[in-house]
């Protein structure tokens, strides 16, 4: 297989259906500032196309698709103008002039083009204006996005559309300059894999656009990167990225290994290799609750050579360790977990030994003994065991069927009412213009109308009496543009009923949510009997005393460090687990993976890249997550998410997935089981001091320090017993007076004065925060510095329950940057983005009810849509934008969490009645019945 190509084709279409002065202008800059682009991307062919005409457009196409790997990227730009034909079909106008009609060539077209296409990574940027819908402007131009009709002529699954927003086109487009800039290095690499992505790429759309320039994504994939960006160390740029052919001949020396025979281990995935053929996936197994995310990630670990997966602190990476060493072990494999030090993996011992408390699964090292005992026990007990096994088995088999099956129905009802959705926008924009479905199809169905359009208007001399009487029931509606747009409505309408019908018909979303949650427990239930029964069997089996230690330990667990003392033999593990990658260098890690035939690897995306504490030289002391990123991205794969978090007060969790990790993230956690101000987990103490220059470099500001002491007594008091408390400070020197200060005074609990860092590494309940820098200070350089969120990063994810800021709030929030976000959350009691606006209709429903409605409210730290008083009390409301099933679960798993930490009702209300019926949508709100 050949390394992965990029590859681009812009087209330009400067024809427009009215008169729009300097549009070709406009358009020719924008294809000329993305191509710039590209091509500084390093994209492997950027060609360009000028108003090519229908058949020059098409056999470029074909030809531009044709020769592609299945791992290559292709990216498709079309600028001008997406017209909608009299059959309701999209067309791009490829030619000028007179040829405006003759020459377009339709989407659908292209839309084949690309499914016949063996790539399964397709980007296609619609950088146009949209003409020939009923809200059409004074310009021709519509200024919404038609999605309904894009989804209709995109409907591959393998390809990512972003249309830009609607309206004329008269300038270089928004969407192309944004894209420009994006690839330039101003979107942000969210994985940690080099590389910006689609999800870098929407993210930094969506922040940096104004609010009706905001690009529409259409259908959405997998990520798909796009450009590469510099990442890593000092040492890792200025070596650039390592060859690992070159790395591993380097290691081969040092550690003893047989390259001839890494095409038997993990280490085949650094190189373009082909996965082996796939047999029957396998089925996660946790007695502990998993995510989605999780299940996902155990099933790529037991299937492919690399995976890696992002797990930002506190979103199950512990989890996912333990679960992936369980079925691999369910499996009858062994298992060998990495950790970057000794505590790490001697807590990862303890979660494995004690999880299950009837799975006694034995856990060694490179020192660990050989367990001995009775010989085997009688036929009759070996048979015993082999029924219980396959009981066991097929009551797994069973509960995780019965998963698959309750997600493939959500999944179903999250395609129906997201085609609702764009179904119900399209009517609504008919309405607004001047129709009304219902009364216009009252006596007859859209169908019948369709029927008798398409009779009308056929040109077949030996059929005039069908075409007569068609025309006498269309009545007025003979003209052909008002005919046109008569079917158009009619196939709008007869869509959304069918849709609305099957919807209708369909299984109550409460009771596929049930479904699930129930087969869910009950699978954990089934693990830890299957976990138990293989436990019990090994064990059985390993108390002969065999010789290979890797059958009677089937787990191992090792500091990375003490890695080396493992014998160079290729494959003698089955799976590897590395986590907290981000900590060890990848010339620690590649021996590893010559050691395992498939290798699971976890870090942290945000972690600053510090290396790998000092261990190591060059391109070998590069983190081994991010090393390992880049080349499984490089190599056709993609980086896995964990985004479901669990641990820190809600406010503080959605503030540090903000910040570092571009918003990807669920928050799910009960802010009443932590210690602290549940109500006010994020603080900011407002104090305008003086900071002074000490020796060294270092800075203290004496104001500062003395109210972090009345801060931290007032902390010391309101905790409970067992809570840690820590301060931090970016300077050693406002440190060294803190200890000091606090030195003096005494408290119930030991208080941690230690660097930021610190933190990252061993999280406490409560963090107070000492910045230093205030007023009008020179420093500007270093200001900058402890804005960004580098520096912030240990001190979001280093905190629980909670966050105590003291500094000059005035002076940091006019800087921007993090502290910005922290006082903001500190104002509002969350730091969840604000959502989108609430549908229109809906609130005037509500209104007119006399309902008192607040929007966008914060509850326990969590943001709602609505927040409506009604007769029986409060009602908190969620509007269901998901696309699609996944996002579907996680809004209900939000809403749940919800109901339990707000004991209110809270409602789930579909977009699509929000837009169709809201009058009823408000009186079931009023009576919470939704």
């Not at 020459?103 to 003409?131: F, H, K, M, N, W």
């Not at 406010?651 to 956690?669: E, F, K, N, P, W």
């Not at 809201?918 to 009576?927: I, S």
Request: aromatic content about 6%; overall charge neutral; hydrophobic content about 45%.
């Amino acid at each position: 297989m050949r390394p992965r190509t990029r590859r681009a084709l812009l087209v330009a279409a400067t024809a427009v259906p009215g008169d729009a002065p300097g549009y070709g202008a406009g358009v020719r800059s924008g294809v000329e500032a993305l191509g710039s682009a590209l091509t500084d991307a390093a994209f492997d062919e950027v060609r360009a196309l000028d108003d090519p005409g229908r058949t020059r457009m098409l056999e470029e196409l074909r030809s531009f698709f044709a020769v592609a790997e299945p791992t290559d990227v292709l990216l498709l730009a079309l600028h001008g103008t997406v017209v909608r034909d009299g059959d309701g079909r999209l067309c791009f106008p490829a030619a000028r002039g007179r040829r405006f009609a003759s020459g377009a060539v339709r989407l659908d077209a292209v839309s084949e083009v690309i499914q016949s296409s063996p790539a399964r990574a397709t980007v296609v940027l619609l950088d146009c204006g949209y003409s020939g819908w009923f809200d059409d402007g004074p310009d021709g131009f519509t200024p919404t996005v038609p999605q309904l009709e894009l989804r209709r002529a995109f409907p591959r699954e393998g390809c990512t559309v972003l249309a830009a927003a609607g309206g004329g086109q008269h300038s270089a487009g928004p969407l192309s300059l944004g894209v420009a800039r994006a690839l330039r290095g101003a979107a942000p690499d969210r994985d940690g894999d080099g590389w910006i992505d689609t999800a870098d790429l929407g993210e930094y759309l969506d922040r940096t656009s104004a609010a009706d320039q905001r690009p529409v994504l259409v259908t959405a994939t997998p990520p798909v990167p796009l450009a590469r960006r510099a990442c890593g160390p000092a040492a890792f740029e200025r070596s650039g990225h390592p060859d690992p052919r070159s790395l591993l001949a380097d290691l081969a020396a040092v550690e003893g290994l047989d390259l001839a025979r890494f095409g038997d281990t993990a280490l085949a995935s650094l190189a373009h290799v082909p996965e082996p053929g796939q047999a029957e996936p396998a089925i996660p197994i946790s007695a502990a609750p998993m995510s989605e995310a999780h299940h996902r990630a155990v099933e790529s670990a037991m299937s492919r050579r690399l995976t890696v997966v992002a797990a930002p602190p506190g979103n199950g990476a512990g989890t996912l360790a333990t679960a992936a060493a369980h079925t691999a072990v369910a499996s009858g494999q062994n298992v060998l977990f990495v950790a970057s030090d000794t505590a790490s993996a001697d807590a990862f011992t303890v979660d494995v030994r004690t999880e299950l408390e009837t799975a006694h699964l034995l856990v060694g090292g490179p020192s660990g003994g050989r367990s001995h005992g009775a010989v085997h026990g009688t036929l009759q007990e070996r048979r015993t065991r082999s029924e219980e096994e396959t009981a066991a088995r097929a009551a797994l088999y069973r509960d995780w069927a019965a998963v698959c099956v309750a997600r493939a129905a959500i999944d179903a009802i999250a395609r129906i009412e997201r085609d609702l959705a764009l179904l119900a926008e399209a009517r609504g924009q008919i309405i607004a213009a001047g129709w009304d479905p219902r009364a216009l199809f009252r006596g007859s169905s859209p169908r019948e109308w369709l029927r008798w359009a398409e009779q009308a208007t056929q040109r077949f001399p030996f059929r005039p009496l069908r075409r007569s009487g068609a025309r006498r029931r269309l009545a007025a509606a003979t003209d052909p543009a008002l005919l046109a747009r008569v079917c158009q409505i009619a196939r709008v309408e007869q869509e959304w009923r069918n849709t609305l019908d099957i919807r209708r018909r369909a299984t109550a979303l409460e009771e596929l949510y049930a479904d699930l949650v129930a087969a869910l427990e009950a699978h954990r239930r089934s693990s830890a009997a299957y976990l138990a029964v293989q436990a019990r069997a090994r064990h059985s089996r390993a108390t002969d005393g065999p010789d290979q230690a890797g059958a009677t330990a089937p787990v191992w667990s090792v500091a990375v460090g003490r890695a080396r003392d493992l014998p160079p033999r290729a494959g003698m593990f089955d799976l590897v687990i590395v986590e907290r990658a981000e900590r060890c260098g990848i010339g620690e890690v590649l021996p590893l993976l010559y050691r395992a035939r498939r290798a699971l690897v976890i870090g942290d995306p945000a972690a600053p890249a510090t290396g790998t504490d000092g261990r190591g030289h060059g391109a070998a002391a590069v983190p081994a997550y991010r090393a390992l990123a880049r080349i499984r991205t490089e190599t056709g794969g993609r980086v896995l998410w964990l985004d479901e978090h669990d641990r820190c007060q809600p406010a503080i969790a959605a503030l540090a997935d903000r910040c570092c990790y571009g918003g990807r993230t669920t928050v799910l956690t009960d802010p009443w089981n932590l210690p602290g101000d549940a109500a006010r987990p994020v603080q900011w103490h407002d104090v305008v001091g003086e900071y002074e220059a000490e020796d060294g470099g270092s800075y203290v500001n004496r104001a500062e320090a003395h109210r972090v002491a009345a801060v931290l007594t007032a902390l010391d008091v309101r905790l409970p017993e067992g809570a840690t408390v820590g301060v931090t400070s970016p300077f050693h020197g406002q440190r060294a007076l803190l200890r000091r200060l606090t030195g003096r005074r005494r408290y119930s609990r030991g208080i941690r004065i230690e660097p930021p860092h610190a933190f990252g590494l061993r999280p406490c309940d409560a963090l107070v925060v000492s910045p230093v820098l205030s007023g009008a200070t020179p420093h500007r350089t270093v200001a900058r510095t402890l804005a960004g969120a580098q520096w912030w990063h240990p001190v979001l994810t280093g905190v629980v329950a909670q966050l105590v800021v003291v500094g000059d709030r005035g002076f940091w929030t006019a800087g921007g940057g993090v502290p910005e976000a922290v006082a903001e959350t500190a104002a509002t009691g969350t730091a969840e983005a604000d959502a989108e606006a609430v549908p229109s209709p809906l609130l005037r429903a509500l209104n007119d009810l006399s309902a008192e409605v607040e929007t966008d409210a914060v509850v326990a730290g969590y943001r709602v849509d609505l927040c409506v008083t009604a007769p029986g009390g409060r009602v908190l409301v969620l509007v269901d934008r998901t696309r699609d099933g996944r996002g579907l679960r996680r809004l209900l798993d939000r809403q749940q969490r919800l109901r339990e930490v707000t004991d209110l009702p809270v409602l789930r209300v579909p977009l699509w009645r929000c837009l169709h019926d809201p009058a009823d949508l408000a009186k079931e709100v009023l009576l919470g019945m939704v």
